[in-house]
């Protein structure tokens, strides 16, 4: 994702030539990246339901997920007016969180739901949608002029799939994904401390995957943007 957005911003700043919105070469790689993304927000729901997450809790992480996604939303419009994100991935993972929570007891259901609404906006489409009031549902006859769109629909049944599969691996392996990261290195990496230092700063960016989301953009454009003032000719 960081090396994406990375050559996201390279195509930003004209530092090289690529077309994010229409080649495939970089479409299919949000199409993955995304996908990624909305299967491991599944799986996140699966453990923590199965831990016994109380709803206080969720509401709270919750709570930081949209706080996030306004942040996303206003800088986006200082950048890209024109296309700025109204209904982006932390958008959709705000309301899809909250369908998945709810929906978790449904167990095997999520598998054969998950289909319905992947294939869905492929069958259904109205103009009623094609609203940034209304585009959020997915069943748009366009698709919105926006830097990013992550519509419930089809991506909802994305992370459905996660949710179900990771609670199959839970019934049937439940300390493999139950238990904290500490407690399941790979046992190959546990006498090579390479290895162990990789794993712990893989769990570590995993337990503060948000906090890099919102941080590497930033980044990545104030890197570029000093790089650019201080190798331009003077005068």
């Not at 479409?27 to 453990?47: N, P, V």
């Not at 997915?138 to 909802?156: A, N, Q, S, Y």
């Not at 941080?215 to 570029?224: E, K, M, R, S, Y």
Request: glycine fraction near 8%; charged fraction near 10%; hydrophobic fraction near 50%.
């Amino acid at each position: 994702m960081a090396l994406f957005h990375f050559c996201f911003d390279l195509a930003n700043f004209r530092l090289i030539e690529a077309n994010f919105y229409q080649d495939p070469f970089w479409t299919w790689q949000r199409t993955a990246i995304l996908s990624t993304f909305l299967l491991c927000a599944g799986a996140g729901q699966a453990i923590a339901t199965h831990r016994g997450q109380t709803w206080r809790r969720f509401w709270l992480r919750w709570a930081q997920i949209v706080g996030c996604a306004l942040l996303v939303s206003l800088g986006s419009w200082w950048m890209f007016p024109l296309s700025y994100i109204s209904f982006g991935v932390l958008h959709g993972m705000a309301v899809m969180l909250i369908i998945a929570r709810l929906s978790a007891p449904l167990g095997r259901w999520l598998w054969p739901l998950g289909v319905v609404a992947i294939l869905l906006p492929q069958l259904v489409q109205h103009p009623l949608f094609d609203t940034r009031w209304t585009n959020w549902v997915g069943l748009v006859t366009r698709k919105p002029i926006t830097e990013d769109f992550v519509p419930i629909l089809p991506w909802l049944g994305v992370m459905w799939w996660g949710l179900a599969g990771t609670q199959w691996l839970l019934a049937r392996q439940p300390t493999l994904l139950g238990s904290p990261a500490s407690q399941i290195t790979p046992s190959s990496q546990r006498g090579d401390n390479t290895g162990s230092v990789v794993w712990r700063g893989l769990t570590t960016l995993g337990q503060w995957s948000l906090t890099f989301y919102m941080v590497h953009q930033p980044v990545f454009i104030g890197g570029l943007t000093a790089w650019l003032y201080l190798t331009r000719p003077q005068g």
